[in-house]
């Protein structure tokens, strides 16, 4: 693990090659949850695609949350985009997943503030996020509403 930035409660470390398979599994259970339009990876496929993208240079990015107990408790993956609209470099929030048991404590919204600060260190014009549709997911846009997010239909933009 890379550098970590502590909180109240949680933690939040920048993933670094050895924490690939825990990426994976953070990422699978998301996937499994909210990915309904196609089949989940095969495990052996969605370990093998994160320890490729974190060993790459450094477009594709992983942070992990963990609570005061060392339990990880959250993920989110960010990759490095470029558009005119977007005047140059941009992130896009790709997955963001919290435990069941720790959601609305606190993990989301520390991990966004991460990555808000990734984004002003890289120097990108904004964050995206794409997220499900229909209200099962209102709870979802909720929460990117709160966090400063705004568009139409699932696909958000903050302005950094």
Same mark, same amino acid.
């Given at each position: 693990?890379? !550098?970590?930035?502590?909180?109240?409660?949680?933690?939040?470390?920048?993933?670094?090659?050895?924490?690939?398979?825990?990426?994976?599994?953070?990422?699978?259970?998301?996937?499994? !949850?909210?990915?309904?339009?196609?089949?989940?990876?095969?495990?052996?496929?969605?370990?093998?695609?994160?320890?490729?993208?974190?060993?790459?240079?450094? *477009?594709?990015?992983?942070?992990?949350?963990?609570?005061?107990?060392? *339990?990880?408790?959250?993920?989110?993956?960010?990759?490095?985009?470029?558009?005119?609209?977007?005047?140059?470099?941009?992130?896009?929030?790709? !997955?963001?997943?919290?435990?069941?048991?720790?959601?609305?404590?606190?993990?989301?919204?520390?991990?966004?503030?991460?990555?808000? *600060?990734?984004?002003?260190?890289?120097?990108?014009?904004?964050?995206?996020?794409?997220?499900?549709?229909?209200?099962?997911?209102? *709870?979802?846009?909720?929460?990117?509403?709160?966090?400063?997010?705004?568009?139409?239909?699932?696909?958000?933009?903050?302005?950094?």
């Amino acid at each position: 693990m890379k !550098e970590a930035v502590a909180h109240a409660d949680f933690t939040i470390v920048e993933a670094g090659e050895n924490d690939a398979d825990l990426v994976a599994i953070m990422v699978d259970r998301l996937l499994r !949850e909210v990915a309904q339009w196609r089949e989940p990876l095969s495990d052996e496929d969605i370990h093998r695609v994160c320890r490729e993208l974190l060993a790459e240079d450094g *477009r594709f990015q992983a942070l992990l949350a963990f609570d005061g107990a060392r *339990r990880p408790v959250g993920v989110m993956t960010l990759n490095e985009a470029v558009a005119l609209y977007a005047n140059g470099r941009f992130g896009i929030i790709m !997955e963001l997943y919290v435990v069941p048991d720790a959601r609305s404590a606190g993990v989301g919204e520390r991990l966004v503030a991460e990555a808000v *600060r990734i984004g002003a260190e890289r120097g990108w014009s904004l964050l995206e996020v794409n997220i499900p549709d229909g209200a099962e997911w209102a *709870r979802t846009r909720a929460f990117y509403d709160r966090e400063g997010f705004i568009g139409a239909g699932g696909f958000l933009k903050r302005e950094l």
